[in-house]
């Protein structure tokens, strides 16, 4: 019975639907050297914090490490790059251990980032702020769309989406969100803000003031200064995106579709190898005659 996977499911799972018909090979219950192995610069977690690394440390100190770090050859290059358990890398590193239990898989980047992203959701290690820029990165560096990351992930396609919108606060506002000082239900309702410098304003006084995201919402509201509805442009900019998602779904590949009032514009259709190329203008020609 085929479904949305779920985080419940496990790397596992994920790792091998996102093979995609390529051979994966593993090696399990090995002990590597800590020097062999590197973080992966794509890692969707930037921040460690402190308290939990100590106690982490602690721990490995006492009763060693329990749980095998997950890593992939270097491409191209000697050692090794860490898919999963940076955390336990590290600890390692700073106690002084020589070497590190470990499982080797075969994997490319594309797959390394989605396993170390769906780790980091599962233990909830991710900040929002994060996960969004994860998103970002799988979107437009790895070419995924917004469903098919949903679908890698555990997430509806809404809720990347919305959660993507987050990287279009400011600056100072973003800061405040990954310090804390603010939550993810503040910033998102910041987004109801068309104005920079009043979400900056209002980010202030949440801290200030210890606003509840529902009084930043009625603030907001009595404001009236929320994003206008413009009704003439809705239609089309939701008709567009139903388009792209339609289009996406049937090619199997990401869409951009751009139009102009007056109905012109143009359709990119991305494609990330020769193969990929092949089987698009298959789907699009289906007999062969090209």
Do not use: C
């Not at 093979?19 to 969707?44: F, H, K, W, Y």
């Not at 233990?123 to 996960?131: A, K, N, P, T, V």
């Not at 603010?182 to 910033?187: D, K, N, P, W, Y």
Request: proline letters at 4%; a negative charge; charged letters at 25%.
């Amino acid at each position: 019975m085929s479904g949305t996977p779920r985080l419940g499911r496990g790397l596992d799972a994920l790792f091998n639907e996102g093979a995609r018909g390529s051979s994966v090979g593993t090696q399990s219950g090995l002990m590597l050297d800590v020097s062999e192995i590197q973080p992966d610069p794509n890692q969707p977690r930037k921040n460690f914090r402190p308290e939990a690394m100590d106690e982490l440390v602690e721990s490995i100190r006492i009763h060693g490490v329990l749980q095998p770090i997950l890593v992939s050859k270097k491409d191209g290059s000697e050692g090794y790059t860490i898919v999963a358990g940076e955390r336990r890398w590290r600890a390692a590193q700073s106690i002084g251990l020589q070497q590190i239990p470990a499982i080797v898989r075969d994997t490319d980047s594309t797959s390394r980032m989605l396993l170390a992203l769906v780790e980091n959701l599962q233990r909830s290690d991710l900040g929002i702020l994060e996960e969004a820029a994860a998103y970002d990165q799988l979107q437009n560096e790895f070419g995924l769309t917004q469903q098919e990351i949903g679908r890698r992930v555990g997430r509806s396609r809404s809720a990347v989406a919305n959660t993507l919108r987050l990287l279009d606060l400011p600056s100072a506002v973003m800061e405040l969100v990954r310090s804390g000082d603010i939550s993810a239900g503040h910033a998102r309702a910041l987004l109801q803000l068309q104005n920079y410098d009043r979400q900056i304003e209002i980010a202030t006084l949440i801290t200030d003031d210890g606003l509840s995201v529902r009084d930043v919402e009625r603030l907001i509201a009595k404001e009236g200064n929320s994003k206008p509805k413009r009704r003439t442009q809705l239609p089309a900019d939701s008709e567009s995106s139903r388009l792209e998602e339609a289009i996406q779904q049937k090619l199997g590949t990401r869409v951009t579709l751009k139009r102009n009032s007056k109905g012109q514009g143009q359709m990119i259709i991305h494609f990330y190898s020769d193969d990929e190329l092949t089987g698009i203008i298959e789907k699009i020609i289906p007999d062969g005659d090209f």
